[in-house]
């Protein structure tokens, strides 16, 4: 049993990480319909703007938490600008367009920010300064770990899934991405200015799949031009199987991939960690395409 909770808590700070950028995908989704592949790079750029902002606030002499603290806000804020330059350039000009030229656009930025980070940061991949140091702590007195990096990441986690919850209901651009989400033209009739508030949706998921680059980096200590790939493409995992388009899907989604994809590891199946996110894909558009948290909608077509 202790075995299985230990895997449990490391399955969640990766699930984590998953939840976080899927939350770009599912609000992109839930307003212009638009699987947005580029995001997974948002959170590699974030990433690398952590690693310059970290470096220079150690070496300022600041304390280790107030260097975390600014490293995210630096790193949110111009990830936050990237997505919104990207919207505007990328995909405003197709907002009438067919769906298989906005992926195309999206799949074509992918690579744009990947091989730009190649060449302006070299193919080689960068160590992650450790901003706190990386402490052992064991669980009423059992053999049950956790380190001081898995509780920096689940509090960042819970804190800012707390700070969009509260922008989502509590203020006039979440009232107005809810309503954009419901209803476009309505939304446009009432007065709401539709452009506006994609950008802020985008502005937002970049800012979320930002934090993740920053806690990502602190956990495994490396990032590289093309790490944005596969935790991209598992977040995408992650917002279908929770629901996409829904916010506390992707939540659920992301952790229960992080769950699972540590529970194979520790059976002895690390090598087949990166199928199985892709079989639960599979499986949960055969059996339920809707996904956990969403619902049927009928198109006409």
Known sequence: MEYFIQQLINGISVGSIYALIALGYTMVYGIIKLINFAHGD??????????FSARYLSSAGLPPVLVLIISLIISMTISALLG?????????????????????????????????????????AKGFPEIISNQQYYLFGTSIQVDSNQIMILITTVVLMIILQYIVHRTKIGKA?????????????MGINVDRTISATFAIGSALAAAAGVIFGMRYNSIDPMMGVLPGLKAFVAAVLGGIGSIPGALLGGLLLGTVETEVSSLGYSSWRDGVAFAVLILILIFKPSGLFGKNVREKV
């Open 42 to 51: 948002v959170f590699m750029v974030g990433s690398f703007i952590g690693l």
């Open 177 to 189: 991405m809810r309503a954009v989400s419901y209803d476009m033209e309505a939304a446009r009739l």
């Open 84 to 124: 919104i330059s990207i919207e505007r350039l990328a995909y405003k000009p197709l907002r009438r367009a067919s769906r298989i030229a906005v992926l195309i656009t999206a799949i074509g930025v992918s690579f744009f920010l990947e091989y730009s980070g190649v060449y302006i940061l070299g193919p080689q």
